[in-house]
T-cell receptor, first 114, second 113 residues
Framework: EAQVTQNPRYLITVTGKKLTVTCSQN?????MSWYRQDPGLGLRQIYY???????DKGDVPEGYKVSRKEKRNFPLILESPSPNQTSLYFC?????????????FGPGTRLTVT | AQSVTQLDSQVPVFEEAPVELRCNYS??????LFWYVQYPNQGLQLLLK??????LVKGINGFEAEFNKSQTSFHLRKPSVHISDTAEYFC???????????FGAGTRLTVKP
């Protein structure tokens, strides 16, 4: 089954404790991205990757890091989480760079930082 | 850059009634337009998209949307909703040449029996 998986689905952590949210897709997609969803703001892009070893900032990159060492994986790293990073996070992928291709979303990771 | 405004944050409607979820966009370049649906505790799923051609686009689950270039709108419609349509709906716009996709704030559709 074609899918985007994320782990963990739920995470409660404390300020300053480094964490990683994993994202993996099994569709051989070139493009992957991370979004955060906040009430009243919709989805905002954090980082995206056009291909292996190619990443770039989205609209809200502060406090986040990413890497793309393999085509299928695109982990999101919070080096020193803060309460304002409490949010619902989605990983997404699509076949090509142009947005005319359908974007597939993971099930989401709900992060709470206390 | 592009932007999207979803005009209603919440839309309550009774089962079997028609519904329209409104979306306006702003862009200085030609656009692609999308509607996504998010069911509770799930990721987003593409309902339909407008890339070119006919301005009336049909999607999954009986939804359709009409691209109106003069009014810069892309409203989503369904003639008769079901309880199972209860979800959050997101409109999104992307520049054809810049691959910059922007999402609206979402509209929560609640279908009541």
């Amino acid at each position: 089954e074609a899918q985007v998986t994320q782990n963990p689905r739920y995470l409660i952590t404390v300020t300053g404790k480094k964490l990683t949210v994993t994202c993996s897709q099994n569709m051989n997609h070139e493009y992957m991205s991370w979004y955060r969803q906040d009430p009243g703001l919709g989805l905002r892009q954090i980082y995206y990757s056009m291909n292996v070893e190619v990443t770039d900032k989205g609209d809200v990159p502060e406090g986040y890091k990413v890497s793309r060492k393999e085509k299928r994986n695109f982990p999101l790293i919070l080096e020193s989480p803060s309460p304002n990073q409490t949010s619902l996070y989605f990983c997404a992928s699509r076949q090509g760079q142009t947005t005319s291709y359908e974007q597939y979303f993971g099930p989401g990771t709900r992060l709470t930082v206390t | 850059a592009q932007s999207v405004t979803q005009l209603d944050s919440q839309v309550p409607v009774f089962e079997e009634a028609p519904v329209e979820l409104r979306c306006n966009y702003s862009s200085s370049v030609s656009v692609y337009l999308f509607w996504y649906v998010q069911y509770p505790n799930q990721g987003l799923q593409l309902l339909l998209k407008y890339l070119s051609g006919s301005t009336l686009v049909k999607g999954i689950n009986g939804f359709e949307a009409e691209f109106n270039k003069s009014q810069t709108s892309f409203h989503l419609r369904k003639p008769s909703v079901h309880i199972s349509d209860t979800a959050e709906y997101f409109c999104a716009v992307s520049g054809r040449s810049n691959n910059d996709m922007r999402f609206g704030a979402g509209t929560r559709l609640t279908v009541k029996p």
